[in-house]
């Protein structure tokens, strides 16, 4: 009987090392593709295994523990748990507020080494296995400790500020100098650091006790973003980087540390500066078309902060290329390949409990094959993301700039190879979608969202429906960049646009309403009654109804409108005003869409089988025209529908009057960027990231961080 309940133990803990190693599996290779997916399916999955991992460890090495047999395995076993803990280098976190709480983690870690070191001691008697497990355990300490040293340096209360100083100080400084012979397009004149601070060395001068390079040969180990456009190698020439990609990945980085000034509260003191709007706009927009370069540089920065707040690279880079990690990536294959004869050859001891397969195979030893095979696929999905991740090409130009003789042709290859290679995107590219009147009669699911179950997910408001996401189109990118030129570090929320386009006078009441909100959905619910109207119209053939529809300012007017409405319905926390109101005017226009709209909405045989869509649309739009027509319209969704009615009255071509919204929309986009609220920024970007932040980035590099209060 006490046999079979040793086996029956035996079987939990082997079930539950292999259930964590197929979790933990998991977190590595899909963490890798978080950053830019907005899979509502894969970011739950991640947050199981990262949730579930640490628990179902504590609860194997108890289970371990408290067995009243002894297995020599047990602690290996229990090493390769420790170890797949800290190993995912592209998650170190799930949320911001795991960055907070790392002295949690630490305790946390502090527990497992303890059973860990109790495990050692009791069930390993081999002289044999007792040096592979103090390597095997020194190099777990090595994985977590990685792990806790990333969570320190995101934290925007210890780590971030710290590391944040030297570049704030040293943009303070240069900011005090003269800057009228800078010159963005060969970026002279722009001392934005990039690498090599950590060898050089710092003083503190008072009185203002700002951090300083102390001499200026140390200074020359500092890598600045003039020195990469003024590098005389080959491969940075005109002729080795034509487009300029290879020269942008380190300005990338170099405004990804700027950037990380916003999230450490820390001032942005050349933003006063003519020469800081001149580097966007006769820098990275001195071309026509460069609005795909200026986004491609955002996104690749946004890249960099995903990294800094979810996972190890910068832990990994900190000191140059990981060449400690490559290192031991070989022993770790070195080891595997030297334990498979020994797990052919595994006998039990006579006293150990074990199980068999049907085939006769031994299980424990399956088991530690199998854990062992899980290591090696992980280390090698690993060492290809880190080894070419952005963080290496970054270290790898810094050396081609900072050391000529490694000028040659042989490394220039290498570089290339390792630059020109994307393993990982940074962003998936797609825009949140989100109509009123699409979405304004749609209730929660009573199975999913009822008094039971409220407790432990919330409860979604009424009328919250997300459209489908849409590739994010070349236009509305082109539009938005024409929109930043045109008005440049002036900002309004349309009337600018409405004024170049001669209807200030009858449109622009709706730019002065009570909020942003307001506003936004306002002009929301004008432009779909717009495109409704497109899809109504009997005079309009068929075939100029498609050329309107395919069009670009139809494009850029209709996906924007859908957009500023998601953000309104769904991250209000990225718009001007406060994130509560904007949620409370919201729910109160559902509540208006349902009474004004009363027996438009879908009845129980059209939401089972989609039926009569175009009929409800059209019901929809004879029904909000007949509100426009009231007077004394107070209510937001009576205002945009006198909105609608002007558009449609008052501008009959089609073709201006998308251009109007277009113009309009990529006018407002803008102004909605500037946020204090680093942090909504930061947390949307671990689902996946927004538009908003790219355009939020842009402007604060711009040296816009706030919009006009008039």
């Not at 009858?506 to 909020?515: D, G, I, M, Q, Y």
């Not at 929309?665 to 689902?687: I, K, N, Q, R």
């Amino acid at each position: 009987m006490a046999c079979e309940t040793a086996q029956e133990t035996l079987l939990y803990v082997e079930s539950y090392i292999l259930l964590t190693t197929l979790l933990i599996a998991f977190l590595t290779v899909f963490g890798s593709w978080r950053r830019r997916s907005h899979s509502l399916k894969l970011k739950y999955s991640i947050w199981a295994s990262y949730l579930l991992s640490t628990c179902l460890i504590n609860y194997t090495m108890g289970l371990m523990r408290s067995a009243t047999f002894r297995i020599e395995l047990f602690s290996v076993w229990a090493t390769f748990l420790i170890i797949f803990l800290g190993s995912a280098d592209c998650i170190s976190t799930y949320s911001l507020e795991d960055s907070e709480s790392r002295k949690r983690y630490n305790l946390e870690v502090f527990v497992l080494y303890f059973w860990l070191g109790l495990l050692i001691g009791v069930h390993t008697h081999e002289p044999k296995f007792m040096i592979p497990l103090y390597l095997l355990y020194f190099l777990s300490l090595r994985r977590t400790g990685g792990r806790a040293e990333a969570l320190e340096l995101a934290s925007k209360s210890y780590g971030l500020v710290r590391n944040t100083k030297l570049v704030a100080d040293f943009m303070e400084v240069e900011s005090n100098k003269e800057g009228n012979d800078a010159d963005p397009t060969c970026m002279k004149g722009y001392k934005y650091l990039v690498k090599g601070e950590k060898k050089a060395k710092v003083k503190v001068q008072a009185p203002h006790y700002h951090m300083q390079f102390e001499t200026t040969d140390d200074h020359n180990k500092v890598i600045t973003i003039d020195m990469i456009w003024q590098c005389e190698g080959r491969l940075l020439s005109s002729t080795g980087d034509p487009d300029g990609r290879l020269k942008d990945i380190c300005l990338s980085y170099a405004l990804y540390r700027l950037l990380c000034r916003r999230f450490a509260k820390y001032s942005f003191p050349e933003s006063s500066q003519d020469k800081t709007w001149k580097f966007v706009r006769n820098g990275l927009l001195s071309k026509e078309g460069d609005h795909e370069r200026a986004f491609r540089v955002i996104e690749l920065e946004l890249g960099f902060l995903y990294d800094l707040f979810y996972t190890k690279y910068p832990v990994l880079f900190a000191k140059g290329l990981p060449l400690l990690r490559n290192f031991e990536f070989i022993i770790v294959i070195i080891g595997c390949w030297v334990a498979v004869p020994a797990l052919t050859n595994y006998q039990h001891r006579d006293s150990d409990v074990h199980l068999m397969t049907t085939g006769g195979h031994n299980l424990d030893a399956l088991l530690t094959g199998v854990v062992l095979v899980a290591i090696l696929f992980m280390e090698i999905v690993q060492f290809f993301v880190v080894n070419f991740s952005d963080w290496a090409k970054v270290q790898w130009l810094c050396y081609y700039v900072k050391k000529p003789l490694i000028r040659n042709k042989c490394m220039e290859i290498i570089i290339r190879v390792i630059c020109h290679r994307k393993l990982l995107k940074p962003w998936d590219r797609k825009l949140s979608q989100y109509s009123l009147l699409e979405s304004f009669s749609h209730n929660p699911s009573i199975l999913l969202y009822n008094r039971w179950t409220t407790p432990y997910i919330g409860k979604p408001r009424n009328g919250l429906k997300r459209s489908a996401h849409v590739k994010l189109p070349m236009g509305l990118k082109k539009a938005i960049i024409h929109s930043l030129k045109t008005n440049g570090q002036r900002l309004t929320n349309g009337v600018a646009s409405l004024q170049r386009n001669g209807v200030e006078n009858e449109l622009s009441w709706a730019c002065r309403l009570e909020t942003q909100t307001h506003v936004i959905m306002v002009w929301h619910i004008a432009t779909s009654l717009c495109e409704l109207n497109l899809s109504s119209q009997v005079i309009v053939t068929g075939e100029q109804v498609k050329q309107q529809r395919e069009s670009e300012d139809f494009i850029v007017a209709t996906k924007l409108s859908k957009y500023c409405a998601y953000l309104v319905a769904f991250a209000p926390r990225l718009l001007p005003d406060h994130p509560y109101i904007t949620e409370f005017i919201f729910d109160h226009v559902i509540v208006e869409a349902r009474e004004k709209l009363k027996g438009c909405d879908k009845s129980i045989c059209q939401k089972m089988f989609n039926l009569y869509k175009g009929d409800r649309k059209k019901r929809i739009f004879e029904k909000m025209l007949t509100l426009g027509k009231e007077d004394g319209n107070q209510e937001i969704i009576e205002k945009g529908a006198v909105l609608a009615k002007d558009l449609l009255e008052k501008i009959q071509d089609n073709g201006q009057r998308w251009k109007i919204l277009a113009e309009l929309w990529a006018e407002m986009m803008l102004f909605v960027a500037p946020s204090d609220d680093e942090t909504a920024h930061a947390e949307h970007l671990a689902m996946g990231g927004e538009f908003v932040t790219h355009l939020w980035a842009l402007l604060s590099h711009a040296g816009i961080l706030e919009r006009d209060s008039a």
